[in-house]
């Protein structure tokens, strides 16, 4: 399986978790209907301004995610950042996940990351690692 995003959304993401930094980031990608591409970035808001952890607004969230139905667009990416560890899936982000069909992809801005970017799929607490496939 594989993520399918938009070049520039990858870039925009990248640009919010540097300029966020050292607070995780955080955010969603849209697709509209009938394509597996993440298209369209949603930037949220980290309420718990952590540097270990994110937390959507729960307003915010609602209000998003109406916006996605009121647009008949999908939910097709969550995304943060870790400020200090790999870009990979913590604990906390394993038990919250609650979307087995959303792409989570973590971003890193930690110096010693030897990859910055990563997607997964978090279900029933496994992870499984997929690759990201950029598109014009």
Not at 52 to 72: A, K
Request: with cysteine; net charge negative.
């Amino acid at each position: 399986m594989a993520l399918h995003i938009k070049h520039q959304v990858l870039e925009q993401i990248l640009a919010q978790a540097r300029r966020d930094h050292p607070l995780e980031t955080c955010g969603i990608v849209s697709s509209v209907p009938g394509s597996t591409v993440a298209s369209r970035l949603v930037p949220m808001r980290n309420q718990a301004a952590s540097e270990t952890f994110f937390l959507f607004d729960s307003r915010e969230q609602f209000r998003v995610f109406r916006e996605l139905d009121e647009r008949d667009e999908a939910c097709r990416v969550i995304y943060h950042s870790h400020t200090a560890s790999e870009a990979y899936p913590s604990r906390e982000d394993i038990e919250y996940a609650h979307s087995p069909e959303a792409h989570y992809l973590i971003v890193s801005t930690w110096d010693a990351a030897r990859v910055p970017v990563r997607s997964f799929r978090l279900c029933n607490g496994s992870v499984t690692e997929e690759s990201i496939s950029m598109m014009e």
